[in-house]
């Protein structure tokens, strides 16, 4: 099986949020809450970066090693996926994230946490795959329809890669080697435990 | 702080990255301070730069916590919560009660000397004991909750499975949410109350030092409250603040602090409250089946005078010398009434 990632080459984001907008549309994601959000980083300055940044999918992941109710799992493709069914909506897995990529809807008490949304790598939930069910809980399901994550999809500069590690890391080496310098694979010793060698 | 070692991080690296590279446009890019090394403005480079500090940058979207990039602390704190907070907690907690057990078993049930006298006199008032059980009602349901957060997804899930789990868990957000209302009200009235009888004096090194009668032999004398019992108040009341407090920085997320913020007050929280729950355990035990008489202190008010001259043998005294001398039983007749 694939092993799948997001690889954000910094060099050629420009700060569109097509991304955003597109994850925001895709799978209805409600006022507040943001699966994917871009940053900039030195903005103004000399070395402003982009990154757009959402779940990266971790290789032994903080969030399911924290939450206290296990509701994470990894599935065949390495894609860190939850059960809202089971989320009581702590928090804890926003404190170990390392990329804040879990949100949460303002409905609890005192306007605290509902249950939490995050990317889901457009691949949904422990629903079955593509239903009504899915849907309102997690968005579309794409990886079921055999298509790959829609902010990456539609990145205008491919700053934003999404698919198998080696693919996407073959595609960025070949960029590095071409240019003549890297931009850092955003995430990615975080994540997963490793860079891209050039 | 973290803009500026990101500004100094670029002043070092403007000049290298414009002679190291062909390529105008990534002049200024941030690098790594060594010359030796290309220029990039990748992850490893900007966590250097910030000593594994937290990556942030600008965000247009509302949520100014999304402008928090990369923040590596969640490593740490993920260690505290899986690794030091539940060896603490377990130990602090199952600890406690192997202590009590081995006690129990040495010395058994602590008796009042000379038998019940059958007279009584008021401990507590209905004020306090009302305001006593609020405090430990509460502090019952949310230490359950509490443990059930950290425990339960390796004690309770894997016998009553996830979906059952998940909402006795729930319904333990909730009791944490709305119950820390009526706790915190309860230790500020505890305050009050009781704060005058708690100043610690040389009594109570006296009273640590024979053992509190517990340990040793013999009874050191004691006023209202003695040391023990002080360090129980000074526990409950300040602990229960620190958990209070804390505790409202989490049921209100982001609204007085930021991520780092959030998982400090995380820590204190967890900590205090697994210790407090370890010291209530000792604190439930001797009021409860671990000494005979101590819990018409807190259920009728009225104790038993040989208990009190026993345990409070100057506090009797003040009392008896005020005329608020102890009742006689209410089966009890004036003498040849009969």
């Known amino acids: ?198 | 702080m973290r803009a500026l070692i990101l500004a100094l991080a670029l002043i070092l690296a403007a000049p290298m990255a414009g002679q190291a590279q062909t390529a105008p446009q990534v002049s200024g890019t941030p690098t790594s301070p060594t010359p030796m090394m290309p220029p990039v403005a990748d992850e490893l480079e900007v966590l250097k730069a910030l000593q594994g500090g937290r990556v942030a940058g600008r965000i247009t979207i509302p949520d100014q916590q999304a402008a928090s990039l990369i923040q590596p602390q969640g490593r740490s704190w993920r260690d505290f919560h899986n690794v030091t907070l539940a060896w603490v907690g377990g130990i602090a907690v199952l600890g406690m009660l192997a202590i009590l057990v081995v006690f129990r078993m040495s010395k058994g049930r602590i008796p009042v000397e000379g038998g019940l006298a059958g007279r009584t006199i008021q401990r507590f008032n209905g004020l306090e004991r009302a305001n006593h059980w609020m405090v430990a009602s509460t502090f019952i349901i949310l230490a359950i909750s509490g443990l059930n957060l950290t425990f339960g997804r390796h004690v309770l899930l894997p016998i009553v499975g996830p979906e059952a789990f998940t909402a006795i868990s729930q319904w333990g957000k909730y009791a944490h949410n709305f119950l820390a209302f009526p706790f915190t009200l309860g230790i500020v009235l505890m305050l009050l109350l009781w704060v005058k009888d708690n100043i610690p004096n040389g009594r109570d090194i006296k009273w640590f030092a024979a053992g509190g009668g517990l340990v040793g032999h013999g009874h050191p004398d004691s006023e209202r409250f003695n040391g023990g019992q002080k360090g129980i108040f000074w526990i409950t009341t300040l602990g229960g603040a620190t958990v209070a407090v804390t505790g409202y920085m989490l049921v209100f997320p982001f609204m007085f602090t930021d991520i780092a913020g959030m998982q400090l007050s995380h820590i204190i929280h967890s900590i205090v409250s697994v210790l407090m729950i370890a010291v209530m355990l000792a604190h439930i035990y001797i009021g409860s089946i671990g000494m005979e008489g101590a819990s018409d202190a807190m259920t009728t008010g009225q104790v038993d005078l040989n208990w009190a001259k026993q345990h409070h043998n100057l506090w009797v005294e003040k009392e008896m010398a005020k005329g608020r001398g102890a009742e006689p039983p209410a089966s009890a007749r004036a003498a040849g009434a009969d």
């Open chain 1, 1 to 198: 099986m694939a092993r799948m990632k997001f690889l954000l080459d910094a060099e050629r984001c420009i700060e569109c949020n097509a991304c955003v907008t597109a994850c925001k549309n895709e799978h209805e994601v409600p006022w507040g809450i943001n699966r994917r959000r871009v940053v900039t980083i030195n903005d103004g300055k000399p070395g402003e970066r982009s990154i757009s940044m959402a779940c990266m999918h971790c290789t032994d992941a903080p969030c399911a090693a924290v939450c206290p109710v296990s509701c994470f799992y990894t599935t065949a493709d390495a894609i860190v996926l939850h059960d809202k069914d089971l989320c009581i909506g702590c928090g804890y897995c926003f404190y170990a994230c390392p990329f804040g990529a879990p949100q949460y809807p303002r409905v609890g008490n005192f306007g605290s946490r509902g249950k939490m949304d995050k990317c889901t790598y457009c691949a949904g939930g422990p629903q079955a795959d593509n239903t009504q069910a899915e849907y309102i809980q997690y968005g579309s399901n794409r990886i079921a329809e055999g298509k790959l994550p829609l902010c990456a999809e539609m990145c205008s500069t491919k700053a934003l890669l999404a698919g198998d590690g080696q693919v996407i890391a073959q595609i960025y080496r070949e960029r590095v080697q071409k240019r003549g310098y890297g931009s850092g694979a955003w995430g990615w010793r975080t994540a997963y435990r490793e860079t891209v060698a050039i």
